[in-house]
Protein backbone atom coordinates (compact mmCIF):
# COMPACT_ATOMS: atom_id res chain seq x y z
CA UNK A 1 0.00 0.00 0.00
CA UNK A 2 1.65 3.41 -1.31
CA UNK A 3 1.95 6.27 1.25
CA UNK A 4 -1.16 8.16 -0.12
CA UNK A 5 -3.61 4.91 -0.20
CA UNK A 6 -2.35 4.68 3.76
CA UNK A 7 -3.36 8.71 4.51
CA UNK A 8 -6.46 9.21 2.21
CA UNK A 9 -7.75 5.71 1.15
CA UNK A 10 -7.35 3.42 -1.77
CA UNK A 11 -9.33 4.32 -4.63
CA UNK A 12 -12.72 3.75 -4.76
CA UNK A 13 -14.68 2.84 -8.36
CA UNK A 14 -18.10 4.51 -8.92
CA UNK A 15 -19.88 1.48 -8.50
CA UNK A 16 -19.02 1.18 -4.94
CA UNK A 17 -20.81 4.47 -3.90
CA UNK A 18 -23.77 2.67 -2.54
CA UNK A 19 -21.30 1.52 0.42
CA UNK A 20 -20.01 5.11 0.95
CA UNK A 21 -23.95 6.02 2.01
CA UNK A 22 -24.56 6.64 5.45
CA UNK A 23 -27.20 6.18 8.21
CA UNK A 24 -28.70 8.14 10.80
CA UNK A 25 -26.19 7.29 13.35
CA UNK A 26 -23.10 8.55 11.04
CA UNK A 27 -25.09 11.44 9.97
CA UNK A 28 -25.17 12.91 13.13
CA UNK A 29 -21.47 13.68 13.44
CA UNK A 30 -21.24 14.48 9.59
CA UNK A 31 -24.03 17.50 9.58
CA UNK A 32 -24.68 17.93 12.52
CA UNK A 33 -21.80 18.14 14.58
CA UNK A 34 -20.88 22.08 13.61
CA UNK A 35 -25.37 22.64 14.68
CA UNK A 36 -24.33 20.79 18.05
CA UNK A 37 -20.95 22.19 19.09
CA UNK A 38 -22.17 25.67 18.66
CA UNK A 39 -24.04 24.99 22.13
CA UNK A 40 -20.22 25.58 23.57
CA UNK A 41 -19.91 29.30 21.91
CA UNK A 42 -23.42 30.58 21.12
CA UNK A 43 -24.43 31.04 24.70
CA UNK A 44 -20.90 32.24 25.28
CA UNK A 45 -21.42 34.76 22.58
CA UNK A 46 -24.35 36.20 23.66
CA UNK A 47 -22.84 36.76 27.24
CA UNK A 48 -19.83 38.27 26.29
CA UNK A 49 -22.45 41.42 25.29
CA UNK A 50 -23.71 41.33 28.90
CA UNK A 51 -20.56 41.90 30.94
CA UNK A 52 -21.42 45.45 31.06
CA UNK A 53 -24.67 44.57 33.57
CA UNK A 54 -22.19 42.77 36.22
CA UNK A 55 -23.91 39.68 37.87
CA UNK A 56 -27.18 40.88 36.45
CA UNK A 57 -26.07 39.98 33.24
CA UNK A 58 -26.77 36.02 34.25
CA UNK A 59 -30.24 36.70 34.91
CA UNK A 60 -30.97 37.49 31.13
CA UNK A 61 -29.34 34.90 29.54
CA UNK A 62 -32.09 32.05 29.75
CA UNK A 63 -34.94 34.94 28.35
CA UNK A 64 -32.38 35.57 25.35
CA UNK A 65 -31.21 31.41 24.30
CA UNK A 66 -35.33 31.06 24.65
CA UNK A 67 -35.90 33.31 22.21
CA UNK A 68 -33.40 31.79 19.91
CA UNK A 69 -35.07 28.50 20.46
CA UNK A 70 -37.89 29.25 19.48
CA UNK A 71 -36.38 30.69 15.98
CA UNK A 72 -34.79 27.52 15.94
CA UNK A 73 -38.12 26.05 16.10
CA UNK A 74 -39.50 27.27 13.40
CA UNK A 75 -36.52 26.95 11.62
CA UNK A 76 -36.41 23.20 11.82
CA UNK A 77 -40.13 22.82 10.92
CA UNK A 78 -39.37 24.92 7.70
CA UNK A 79 -36.25 22.41 6.92
CA UNK A 80 -38.17 19.07 7.64
CA UNK A 81 -40.43 20.29 4.52
CA UNK A 82 -37.46 21.49 2.59
CA UNK A 83 -35.95 18.22 2.95
CA UNK A 84 -39.75 15.77 2.32
CA UNK A 85 -39.88 18.67 -1.00
CA UNK A 86 -36.26 18.20 -2.22
CA UNK A 87 -35.12 14.32 -1.60
CA UNK A 88 -32.11 14.79 -3.73
CA UNK A 89 -31.06 17.69 -1.99
CA UNK A 90 -32.28 21.22 -1.32
CA UNK A 91 -29.57 23.72 0.24
CA UNK A 92 -30.73 26.98 0.04
CA UNK A 93 -28.95 27.36 -3.65
CA UNK A 94 -31.00 24.66 -5.21
CA UNK A 95 -34.24 26.22 -3.55
CA UNK A 96 -33.77 29.80 -4.53
CA UNK A 97 -32.71 29.25 -7.99
CA UNK A 98 -35.40 26.82 -8.58
CA UNK A 99 -38.06 29.22 -7.33
CA UNK A 100 -37.32 32.55 -6.93
CA UNK A 101 -34.81 32.66 -9.69
CA UNK A 102 -31.08 33.04 -10.91
CA UNK A 103 -30.27 36.72 -8.51
CA UNK A 104 -31.91 35.01 -5.38
CA UNK A 105 -29.74 31.55 -5.61
CA UNK A 106 -26.54 33.53 -6.52
CA UNK A 107 -26.72 35.65 -3.15
CA UNK A 108 -27.78 32.58 -1.17
CA UNK A 109 -24.61 31.07 -3.16
CA UNK A 110 -22.22 33.82 -1.82
CA UNK A 111 -24.09 33.86 1.47
CA UNK A 112 -23.36 29.63 2.05
CA UNK A 113 -19.74 29.76 0.63
CA UNK A 114 -18.86 32.58 2.95
CA UNK A 115 -20.98 31.12 5.85
CA UNK A 116 -19.47 27.44 5.29
CA UNK A 117 -15.85 29.15 5.34
CA UNK A 118 -16.70 30.72 8.54
CA UNK A 119 -18.61 27.91 10.06
CA UNK A 120 -14.61 26.00 9.43
CA UNK A 121 -12.70 28.66 10.68
CA UNK A 122 -15.26 29.78 14.05
CA UNK A 123 -15.03 25.73 14.89
CA UNK A 124 -11.50 25.35 14.60
CA UNK A 125 -11.16 28.59 16.61
CA UNK A 126 -13.66 27.36 19.57
CA UNK A 127 -11.73 24.23 20.06
CA UNK A 128 -8.54 25.68 20.69
CA UNK A 129 -10.30 28.50 22.87
CA UNK A 130 -11.44 25.26 25.00
CA UNK A 131 -8.09 23.53 24.48
CA UNK A 132 -6.44 27.26 25.98
CA UNK A 133 -9.24 27.29 28.66
CA UNK A 134 -8.24 24.37 30.75
CA UNK A 135 -4.30 24.54 29.80
CA UNK A 136 -3.78 28.72 29.54
CA UNK A 137 0.14 27.94 29.09
CA UNK A 138 -0.78 27.58 25.40
CA UNK A 139 -2.76 30.18 24.28
CA UNK A 140 0.83 31.69 23.01
CA UNK A 141 0.19 28.93 20.39
CA UNK A 142 -3.25 29.11 19.50
CA UNK A 143 -2.84 29.72 15.61
CA UNK A 144 -0.28 27.13 14.94
CA UNK A 145 -2.67 24.55 16.57
CA UNK A 146 -5.56 25.70 14.47
CA UNK A 147 -3.61 25.17 11.71
CA UNK A 148 -2.66 21.51 12.68
CA UNK A 149 -6.11 20.95 13.16
CA UNK A 150 -7.77 22.13 9.91
CA UNK A 151 -4.94 19.79 8.41
CA UNK A 152 -5.77 16.87 10.27
CA UNK A 153 -9.37 17.89 9.33
CA UNK A 154 -8.93 18.18 5.14
CA UNK A 155 -7.03 14.61 5.48
CA UNK A 156 -9.70 12.66 7.14
CA UNK A 157 -12.32 14.35 4.82
CA UNK A 158 -10.22 12.92 1.64
CA UNK A 159 -10.83 9.61 2.99
CA UNK A 160 -14.33 10.35 2.15
CA UNK A 161 -18.15 10.69 3.45
CA UNK A 162 -18.11 6.36 5.40
CA UNK A 163 -14.63 7.19 6.68
CA UNK A 164 -15.10 10.39 8.38
CA UNK A 165 -18.81 9.75 9.56
CA UNK A 166 -16.88 6.61 11.66
CA UNK A 167 -13.84 8.53 12.90
CA UNK A 168 -16.71 11.53 14.35
CA UNK A 169 -19.31 9.49 16.13
CA UNK A 170 -17.34 8.68 19.48
CA UNK A 171 -16.17 12.09 19.52
CA UNK A 172 -19.58 13.65 18.71
CA UNK A 173 -21.32 10.77 21.47
CA UNK A 174 -18.86 11.90 23.93
CA UNK A 175 -19.00 15.43 23.57
CA UNK A 176 -22.88 15.18 23.91
CA UNK A 177 -22.91 13.25 26.89
CA UNK A 178 -20.54 14.63 29.01
CA UNK A 179 -22.84 18.30 28.00
CA UNK A 180 -26.12 16.00 29.14
CA UNK A 181 -24.31 14.74 32.31
CA UNK A 182 -23.04 18.52 33.33
CA UNK A 183 -26.50 19.56 32.48
CA UNK A 184 -28.51 16.63 34.64
CA UNK A 185 -26.43 16.52 37.50
CA UNK A 186 -26.11 20.51 37.54
CA UNK A 187 -30.20 20.84 37.01
CA UNK A 188 -30.36 18.08 39.97
CA UNK A 189 -28.25 20.07 42.29
CA UNK A 190 -30.29 23.28 41.34
CA UNK A 191 -33.45 21.54 42.06
CA UNK A 192 -32.17 20.08 45.25
CA UNK A 193 -31.01 23.36 46.77
CA UNK A 194 -34.47 25.37 45.91
CA UNK A 195 -32.28 27.35 42.71
CA UNK A 196 -29.31 28.50 44.76
CA UNK A 197 -26.89 25.57 44.52
CA UNK A 198 -22.96 25.83 46.03
CA UNK A 199 -20.57 25.83 43.17
CA UNK A 200 -17.66 23.21 43.91
CA UNK A 201 -14.81 25.63 42.52
CA UNK A 202 -16.20 29.57 42.78
CA UNK A 203 -16.50 30.95 39.20
CA UNK A 204 -14.36 33.83 38.64
CA UNK A 205 -15.75 37.14 40.16
CA UNK A 206 -18.51 38.78 37.12
CA UNK A 207 -17.26 42.24 36.09
CA UNK A 208 -18.05 45.61 38.06
CA UNK A 209 -21.45 47.14 36.19
CA UNK A 210 -21.48 49.63 34.57
CA UNK A 211 -24.38 49.68 32.44
CA UNK A 212 -27.84 49.11 35.02
CA UNK A 213 -30.30 48.03 32.75
CA UNK A 214 -30.55 46.09 29.37
CA UNK A 215 -31.69 48.18 26.69
CA UNK A 216 -33.13 47.74 23.15
CA UNK A 217 -30.03 47.88 21.42
CA UNK A 218 -28.02 45.86 23.62
CA UNK A 219 -30.37 43.13 24.02
CA UNK A 220 -30.52 43.10 20.02
CA UNK A 221 -26.56 43.08 19.71
CA UNK A 222 -27.06 39.46 22.49
CA UNK A 223 -29.58 38.29 20.38
CA UNK A 224 -27.71 38.78 17.39
CA UNK A 225 -24.57 37.15 18.98
CA UNK A 226 -26.45 34.09 20.38
CA UNK A 227 -27.63 33.30 17.05
CA UNK A 228 -24.57 31.44 16.43
CA UNK A 229 -25.46 28.59 18.21
CA UNK A 230 -28.14 28.01 15.00
CA UNK A 231 -25.43 27.89 12.29
CA UNK A 232 -25.36 24.89 10.53
CA UNK A 233 -29.17 23.58 10.94
CA UNK A 234 -29.05 23.36 7.66
CA UNK A 235 -26.27 20.89 6.72
CA UNK A 236 -28.57 18.17 6.64
CA UNK A 237 -31.06 19.64 3.17
CA UNK A 238 -27.75 19.89 1.81
CA UNK A 239 -26.58 16.94 2.06
CA UNK A 240 -30.00 14.66 1.72
CA UNK A 241 -27.48 12.18 -1.19
CA UNK A 242 -25.26 11.53 1.10
CA UNK A 243 -27.34 9.10 2.94
CA UNK A 244 -28.92 6.06 1.94
CA UNK A 245 -32.51 4.84 0.90
CA UNK A 246 -35.25 6.09 1.91
CA UNK A 247 -32.74 9.65 2.09
CA UNK A 248 -35.42 11.87 3.16
CA UNK A 249 -36.71 9.95 6.06
CA UNK A 250 -33.14 9.17 7.39
CA UNK A 251 -31.81 13.37 6.12
CA UNK A 252 -35.75 13.88 8.78
CA UNK A 253 -34.63 11.74 11.31
CA UNK A 254 -31.06 12.80 11.44
CA UNK A 255 -32.10 16.71 12.02
CA UNK A 256 -35.05 15.83 14.53
CA UNK A 257 -32.23 14.26 16.56
CA UNK A 258 -30.07 16.96 16.01
CA UNK A 259 -32.28 19.83 16.77
CA UNK A 260 -34.23 17.95 19.98
CA UNK A 261 -30.66 17.45 21.30
CA UNK A 262 -29.06 21.49 20.73
CA UNK A 263 -32.32 22.50 22.28
CA UNK A 264 -31.13 20.65 25.69
CA UNK A 265 -27.79 21.58 25.44
CA UNK A 266 -28.62 25.71 24.60
CA UNK A 267 -31.11 25.63 27.52
CA UNK A 268 -29.50 23.22 29.49
CA UNK A 269 -25.99 25.77 30.09
CA UNK A 270 -28.09 29.19 29.82
CA UNK A 271 -30.40 27.82 33.08
CA UNK A 272 -27.42 26.53 34.76
CA UNK A 273 -25.41 29.87 34.06
CA UNK A 274 -28.23 32.08 35.81
CA UNK A 275 -28.48 29.57 38.32
CA UNK A 276 -24.37 29.45 39.67
CA UNK A 277 -24.36 32.99 38.63
CA UNK A 278 -21.85 32.54 36.23
CA UNK A 279 -20.88 35.26 33.47
CA UNK A 280 -18.64 35.39 30.34
CA UNK A 281 -15.14 36.73 30.63
CA UNK A 282 -13.34 39.35 28.51
CA UNK A 283 -11.47 37.18 25.79
CA UNK A 284 -8.18 38.77 26.11
CA UNK A 285 -8.72 38.67 29.98
CA UNK A 286 -5.96 37.33 31.89
CA UNK A 287 -6.58 33.42 32.17
CA UNK A 288 -9.45 33.44 30.36
CA UNK A 289 -11.69 30.52 30.57
CA UNK A 290 -14.89 29.81 28.47
CA UNK A 291 -18.21 30.14 30.27
CA UNK A 292 -18.20 26.03 29.71
CA UNK A 293 -15.11 25.74 31.17
CA UNK A 294 -16.24 28.06 34.57
CA UNK A 295 -19.94 26.23 34.66
CA UNK A 296 -18.10 22.76 34.51
CA UNK A 297 -15.73 23.54 37.00
CA UNK A 298 -19.32 24.85 39.41
CA UNK A 299 -20.79 21.82 38.96
CA UNK A 300 -17.82 19.05 39.16
CA UNK A 301 -14.87 20.80 39.77
CA UNK A 302 -11.10 20.38 38.33
CA UNK A 303 -11.72 16.05 38.63
CA UNK A 304 -11.18 14.15 35.84
CA UNK A 305 -15.01 14.75 34.72
CA UNK A 306 -14.00 18.36 33.87
CA UNK A 307 -10.50 17.66 32.39
CA UNK A 308 -12.81 14.64 30.06
CA UNK A 309 -15.39 17.18 29.28
CA UNK A 310 -12.33 19.93 28.56
CA UNK A 311 -10.92 16.80 26.66
CA UNK A 312 -14.25 16.14 24.44
CA UNK A 313 -15.67 19.70 24.05
CA UNK A 314 -11.92 20.58 22.61
CA UNK A 315 -12.37 17.48 20.00
CA UNK A 316 -15.84 18.28 19.32
CA UNK A 317 -15.37 21.85 18.35
CA UNK A 318 -12.44 21.27 16.47
CA UNK A 319 -14.30 18.60 14.35
CA UNK A 320 -17.80 20.77 14.32
CA UNK A 321 -15.70 22.48 10.88
CA UNK A 322 -16.69 19.13 9.26
CA UNK A 323 -19.93 20.06 8.75
CA UNK A 324 -18.09 22.71 6.53
CA UNK A 325 -16.21 19.81 4.61
CA UNK A 326 -19.36 18.13 4.05
CA UNK A 327 -21.68 20.54 2.46
CA UNK A 328 -18.74 23.14 0.82
CA UNK A 329 -17.31 20.70 -1.87
CA UNK A 330 -21.28 19.36 -2.77
CA UNK A 331 -22.44 23.45 -2.68
CA UNK A 332 -19.50 24.17 -4.91
CA UNK A 333 -20.41 21.46 -7.49
CA UNK A 334 -24.33 22.41 -7.34
CA UNK A 335 -23.20 26.20 -8.39
CA UNK A 336 -20.51 24.85 -10.86
CA UNK A 337 -23.33 22.39 -12.92
CA UNK A 338 -24.66 25.90 -13.74
CA UNK A 339 -21.07 27.38 -14.83
CA UNK A 340 -21.01 29.94 -11.56
CA UNK A 341 -17.75 28.23 -10.40
CA UNK A 342 -14.67 26.53 -12.27
CA UNK A 343 -16.22 22.91 -13.58
CA UNK A 344 -13.10 20.92 -11.80
CA UNK A 345 -15.66 21.46 -8.41
CA UNK A 346 -17.48 19.01 -10.18
CA UNK A 347 -14.97 16.37 -10.40
CA UNK A 348 -15.19 13.44 -8.10
CA UNK A 349 -11.48 12.08 -6.81
CA UNK A 350 -10.58 8.81 -5.84
CA UNK A 351 -12.55 8.63 -2.85
CA UNK A 352 -15.65 9.91 -4.37
CA UNK A 353 -15.63 12.99 -3.38
CA UNK A 354 -15.61 16.34 -4.51
CA UNK A 355 -11.93 16.60 -3.61
CA UNK A 356 -11.19 20.32 -5.24
CA UNK A 357 -13.96 21.64 -2.87
CA UNK A 358 -11.57 20.36 -0.25
CA UNK A 359 -9.09 22.20 -1.35
CA UNK A 360 -10.59 25.14 -1.60
CA UNK A 361 -12.35 25.23 1.61
CA UNK A 362 -8.87 23.94 3.04
CA UNK A 363 -7.48 27.16 1.41
CA UNK A 364 -9.82 29.92 2.46
CA UNK A 365 -10.19 28.66 6.21
CA UNK A 366 -6.69 28.91 6.66
CA UNK A 367 -6.62 32.30 5.45
CA UNK A 368 -9.46 33.28 7.86
CA UNK A 369 -7.76 31.94 10.55
CA UNK A 370 -4.13 33.75 10.01
CA UNK A 371 -5.65 36.85 9.55
CA UNK A 372 -7.93 36.98 12.60
CA UNK A 373 -4.86 35.09 14.81
CA UNK A 374 -7.28 32.18 15.38
CA UNK A 375 -9.58 34.04 18.26
CA UNK A 376 -13.09 32.87 18.63
CA UNK A 377 -14.34 36.37 19.80
CA UNK A 378 -13.02 38.26 16.59
CA UNK A 379 -14.58 36.08 14.00
CA UNK A 380 -17.98 35.62 15.49
CA UNK A 381 -19.05 38.90 14.56
CA UNK A 382 -18.66 37.83 10.84
CA UNK A 383 -20.44 34.68 11.63
CA UNK A 384 -24.19 33.88 11.23
CA UNK A 385 -25.09 36.71 8.50
CA UNK A 386 -24.81 34.48 5.87
CA UNK A 387 -26.43 31.52 7.68
CA UNK A 388 -29.66 33.81 7.91
CA UNK A 389 -29.52 35.02 4.89
CA UNK A 390 -29.86 31.69 3.36
CA UNK A 391 -32.04 30.71 5.69
CA UNK A 392 -34.56 33.35 4.42
CA UNK A 393 -33.85 32.83 0.64
CA UNK A 394 -34.23 29.45 1.20
CA UNK A 395 -37.80 29.29 2.90
CA UNK A 396 -39.04 32.21 1.12
CA UNK A 397 -38.27 29.91 -2.10
CA UNK A 398 -40.20 27.11 -0.62
CA UNK A 399 -42.89 28.98 0.09
CA UNK A 400 -43.54 29.56 -4.07
CA UNK A 401 -42.68 25.91 -4.22
CA UNK A 402 -45.63 25.04 -2.60
CA UNK A 403 -47.96 27.34 -4.42
CA UNK A 404 -47.44 26.13 -7.90
CA UNK A 405 -48.08 22.35 -6.26
CA UNK A 406 -51.85 22.94 -7.30
CA UNK A 407 -52.72 19.51 -6.67
CA UNK A 408 -50.61 19.09 -3.70
CA UNK A 409 -53.08 18.07 -0.35
CA UNK A 410 -51.66 20.92 2.42
CA UNK A 411 -49.73 23.33 0.14
CA UNK A 412 -51.34 25.98 2.01
CA UNK A 413 -50.48 25.01 5.28
CA UNK A 414 -46.81 24.47 4.37
CA UNK A 415 -46.55 26.93 2.74
CA UNK A 416 -47.43 29.00 5.72
CA UNK A 417 -45.10 26.98 8.01
CA UNK A 418 -42.51 27.95 5.01
CA UNK A 419 -43.23 31.49 4.98
CA UNK A 420 -43.21 32.22 8.46
CA UNK A 421 -39.72 31.34 8.94
CA UNK A 422 -39.34 33.48 5.92
CA UNK A 423 -40.45 36.06 8.01
CA UNK A 424 -38.90 35.19 11.36
CA UNK A 425 -35.89 34.52 10.10
CA UNK A 426 -35.55 37.32 7.54
CA UNK A 427 -36.40 39.63 10.15
CA UNK A 428 -33.36 37.95 12.39
CA UNK A 429 -31.22 38.70 9.24
CA UNK A 430 -31.71 42.64 9.64
CA UNK A 431 -31.27 42.12 13.42
CA UNK A 432 -28.18 40.39 13.37
CA UNK A 433 -26.54 42.53 10.59
CA UNK A 434 -27.31 46.11 11.98
CA UNK A 435 -26.46 44.70 15.57
CA UNK A 436 -22.63 43.70 14.24
CA UNK A 437 -22.50 46.00 11.40
CA UNK A 438 -19.69 48.30 13.36
CA UNK A 439 -18.34 45.24 14.72
CA UNK A 440 -17.16 43.66 11.77
CA UNK A 441 -20.28 42.12 9.77
CA UNK A 442 -19.78 45.02 7.19
CA UNK A 443 -17.12 42.37 6.25
CA UNK A 444 -19.62 40.14 5.49
CA UNK A 445 -21.74 42.46 3.78
CA UNK A 446 -19.11 43.51 0.97
CA UNK A 447 -17.48 39.73 0.72
CA UNK A 448 -21.08 38.40 -0.62
CA UNK A 449 -21.66 40.79 -3.50
CA UNK A 450 -17.93 40.52 -4.33
CA UNK A 451 -18.64 36.87 -4.50
CA UNK A 452 -21.97 37.18 -6.47
CA UNK A 453 -19.58 39.44 -9.06
CA UNK A 454 -16.95 36.59 -9.07
CA UNK A 455 -19.86 33.96 -10.21
CA UNK A 456 -21.66 36.11 -12.87
CA UNK A 457 -17.89 37.02 -14.48
CA UNK A 458 -17.16 33.01 -14.42
CA UNK A 459 -20.81 32.42 -16.19
CA UNK A 460 -20.24 35.05 -18.65
CA UNK A 461 -16.85 33.78 -19.46
CA UNK A 462 -17.99 29.86 -19.84
CA UNK A 463 -21.15 31.30 -21.85
CA UNK A 464 -18.80 33.09 -24.31
CA UNK A 465 -16.91 29.41 -24.69
CA UNK A 466 -20.23 27.48 -25.16
CA UNK A 467 -21.32 30.14 -28.31
CA UNK A 468 -18.00 29.69 -29.53
CA UNK A 469 -17.17 26.75 -29.25
CA UNK A 470 -20.81 25.29 -30.42
CA UNK A 471 -20.77 23.73 -34.05
CA UNK A 472 -23.63 21.97 -35.47
CA UNK A 473 -22.25 21.91 -39.17
CA UNK A 474 -20.90 18.97 -40.66
CA UNK A 475 -16.76 18.48 -40.80
CA UNK A 476 -15.67 21.65 -43.56
CA UNK A 477 -13.03 20.37 -45.87
CA UNK A 478 -12.68 23.07 -47.81
CA UNK A 479 -8.86 24.60 -48.41
CA UNK A 480 -7.06 21.78 -46.61
CA UNK A 481 -3.81 22.98 -46.76
CA UNK A 482 -0.37 21.42 -45.18
CA UNK A 483 0.89 23.63 -42.18
CA UNK A 484 3.74 25.75 -42.53
CA UNK A 485 6.42 23.62 -39.83
CA UNK A 486 8.81 26.15 -37.73
CA UNK A 487 10.71 24.17 -35.64
CA UNK A 488 13.02 26.23 -33.01
CA UNK A 489 16.42 24.65 -32.89
CA UNK A 490 19.19 26.06 -30.50
CA UNK A 491 21.66 23.02 -31.78
CA UNK A 492 21.70 19.74 -33.85
CA UNK A 493 20.73 16.69 -31.25
CA UNK A 494 18.42 13.75 -30.61
CA UNK A 495 15.71 15.94 -29.14
CA UNK A 496 15.89 18.01 -32.16
CA UNK A 497 16.32 14.98 -34.97
CA UNK A 498 12.85 13.67 -32.95
CA UNK A 499 11.41 17.20 -34.29
CA UNK A 500 12.73 17.34 -37.64
CA UNK A 501 11.60 13.68 -38.34
CA UNK A 502 8.52 14.01 -36.87
CA UNK A 503 7.88 17.79 -38.97
CA UNK A 504 9.31 16.22 -42.30
CA UNK A 505 5.99 13.78 -42.13
CA UNK A 506 3.70 16.86 -41.08
CA UNK A 507 4.29 19.17 -44.12
CA UNK A 508 6.78 19.90 -47.15
CA UNK A 509 7.49 23.58 -45.95
CA UNK A 510 9.68 23.21 -42.84
CA UNK A 511 11.19 26.15 -41.24
CA UNK A 512 14.06 25.26 -38.97
CA UNK A 513 14.67 28.86 -37.08
CA UNK A 514 18.07 28.74 -35.38
CA UNK A 515 18.65 32.13 -33.08
CA UNK A 516 22.29 33.10 -33.45
CA UNK A 517 24.43 35.29 -30.84
CA UNK A 518 27.51 36.55 -30.59
CA UNK A 519 28.19 34.83 -27.32
CA UNK A 520 28.17 31.24 -29.06
CA UNK A 521 31.11 29.60 -28.95
CA UNK A 522 30.50 27.69 -31.94
CA UNK A 523 29.74 28.74 -35.45
CA UNK A 524 26.13 27.85 -34.55
CA UNK A 525 23.85 24.98 -36.71
CA UNK A 526 24.99 26.56 -39.98
CA UNK A 527 28.30 24.48 -39.45
CA UNK A 528 26.43 21.08 -39.39
CA UNK A 529 23.46 21.54 -41.23
CA UNK A 530 24.60 20.55 -44.52
CA UNK A 531 26.30 17.54 -43.60
CA UNK A 532 23.98 16.25 -40.55
CA UNK A 533 20.62 17.47 -41.69
CA UNK A 534 20.91 18.38 -45.67
CA UNK A 535 22.52 15.40 -46.68
CA UNK A 536 20.23 12.69 -45.99
CA UNK A 537 17.37 14.70 -47.04
CA UNK A 538 19.23 14.99 -50.47
CA UNK A 539 19.95 11.10 -50.26
CA UNK A 540 16.15 10.65 -49.67
CA UNK A 541 14.89 13.06 -52.52
CA UNK A 542 12.80 14.72 -49.95
CA UNK A 543 11.73 18.36 -49.68
CA UNK A 544 14.21 20.68 -48.30
CA UNK A 545 13.53 22.68 -45.02
CA UNK A 546 14.70 26.27 -44.86
CA UNK A 547 17.62 27.27 -42.56
CA UNK A 548 16.37 30.56 -40.74
CA UNK A 549 19.03 32.11 -38.93
CA UNK A 550 18.55 35.14 -36.65
CA UNK A 551 21.24 37.27 -35.49
CA UNK A 552 20.52 38.35 -31.90
CA UNK A 553 23.50 40.73 -30.99
CA UNK A 554 21.42 41.28 -27.37
CA UNK A 555 21.40 37.42 -26.81
CA UNK A 556 17.69 37.58 -26.74
CA UNK A 557 16.36 34.42 -28.08
CA UNK A 558 12.54 34.11 -27.27
CA UNK A 559 11.89 37.96 -28.64
CA UNK A 560 13.27 37.21 -32.51
CA UNK A 561 11.45 34.01 -32.09
CA UNK A 562 8.16 35.60 -31.24
CA UNK A 563 8.28 38.12 -33.78
CA UNK A 564 9.24 35.86 -36.79
CA UNK A 565 6.47 32.85 -35.85
CA UNK A 566 4.16 35.81 -35.52
CA UNK A 567 5.19 37.90 -39.22
CA UNK A 568 5.21 34.14 -40.70
CA UNK A 569 1.99 33.71 -39.80
CA UNK A 570 0.60 36.90 -41.17
CA UNK A 571 2.23 36.82 -44.38
CA UNK A 572 0.27 33.46 -44.99
CA UNK A 573 -3.02 34.04 -44.07
CA UNK A 574 -5.43 30.96 -44.74
CA UNK A 575 -2.43 28.87 -43.63
CA UNK A 576 -1.67 26.94 -40.27
CA UNK A 577 1.43 27.70 -38.81
CA UNK A 578 2.53 24.54 -36.42
CA UNK A 579 5.31 25.64 -34.19
CA UNK A 580 7.02 22.15 -32.72
CA UNK A 581 8.50 22.44 -29.75
CA UNK A 582 11.56 19.71 -28.32
CA UNK A 583 11.09 19.07 -24.92
CA UNK A 584 12.99 17.51 -22.77
CA UNK A 585 10.67 14.82 -19.79
CA UNK A 586 12.88 14.33 -17.02
CA UNK A 587 12.45 10.92 -14.73
CA UNK A 588 12.07 13.47 -11.51
CA UNK A 589 9.74 16.17 -11.10
CA UNK A 590 12.51 18.36 -9.20
CA UNK A 591 14.97 18.06 -11.96
CA UNK A 592 11.91 20.34 -14.21
CA UNK A 593 14.06 23.23 -12.56
CA UNK A 594 16.97 22.07 -14.84
CA UNK A 595 15.59 21.89 -17.99
CA UNK A 596 13.15 23.55 -20.59
CA UNK A 597 12.77 27.16 -19.03
CA UNK A 598 12.96 29.07 -22.58
CA UNK A 599 10.26 25.99 -24.26
CA UNK A 600 8.07 26.25 -21.28
CA UNK A 601 8.40 30.62 -21.95
CA UNK A 602 7.71 30.21 -25.46
CA UNK A 603 5.11 27.63 -25.53
CA UNK A 604 2.99 30.25 -22.88
CA UNK A 605 3.57 33.34 -25.11
CA UNK A 606 2.47 31.34 -27.93
CA UNK A 607 -0.57 30.16 -26.19
CA UNK A 608 -1.32 34.20 -25.01
CA UNK A 609 0.02 35.93 -28.21
CA UNK A 610 -1.29 33.24 -30.85
CA UNK A 611 -4.43 32.88 -32.73
CA UNK A 612 -6.46 30.35 -34.20
CA UNK A 613 -3.92 29.84 -37.24
CA UNK A 614 -1.17 29.01 -34.71
CA UNK A 615 -0.45 25.41 -33.38
CA UNK A 616 2.03 24.33 -30.61
CA UNK A 617 2.85 21.29 -30.90
CA UNK A 618 5.07 19.38 -28.01
CA UNK A 619 7.71 17.26 -29.15
CA UNK A 620 8.93 15.03 -26.08
CA UNK A 621 12.30 13.11 -25.29
CA UNK A 622 12.06 10.71 -22.34
CA UNK A 623 15.17 10.42 -20.01
Not at 33 to 56: H, N, R, W
Not at 111 to 122: G, N, P, S
Not at 219 to 233: D, I, Q
Not at 454 to 467: A, E, L
Request: with cysteine; glycine share 8%; aromatic share 8%.
Amino acid sequence: MSLTDSIIGKPLATSEERAEHVGVAAGIPIFGLDALTSAAYGPEAAMTLLIPLGLAGANYIVPVISAILILLIIVFFSYRQTIAAYPNGGGSYTVASENLGEGAGLLAAAALMIDYILTAAVGISAGVTALTSAVPSLAPHTLAFCLLILTILALVNMRGVKDTGTAFIVPTFLFVGTLLILIGVGVYRTILSHGHPIPVMAPPPAMPAVVKYLGLWLLLKTFASGCAAMTGVEAVSNGVMAFGEPRAKKAQSTLTIIIAILIVLLFGIAYLSRAYGITAMEPTANQYQSVLSILTSAVFGRGWFYYLTSASVLVALSLSANTAFADFPRLARAIALHDYLPHVFILRGRRLLYSHGVYALTGFTAVILILFGGVTDRLIPLYAIGAFLAFTLSQAGMVVHWMKMEKHNGRLWHAFVNGFGAVATGVTTIVVLLAKFAAGAWVTALLVPALIGIMWVVKRHYSRVKREMADRTPLNLVNLQEPIVVIPMARWDRITEKAMRFGLLLSKDIKVVHVHSDDDEDGGLAEIWDDLVMAPINKEGLQKPELVTIPSSYRFIINPLMDYILELEEKNPGRKVAVLLPELVVRHWWENALHNQRVQLLKLLLLVKGNQRIVVVNIPWYL
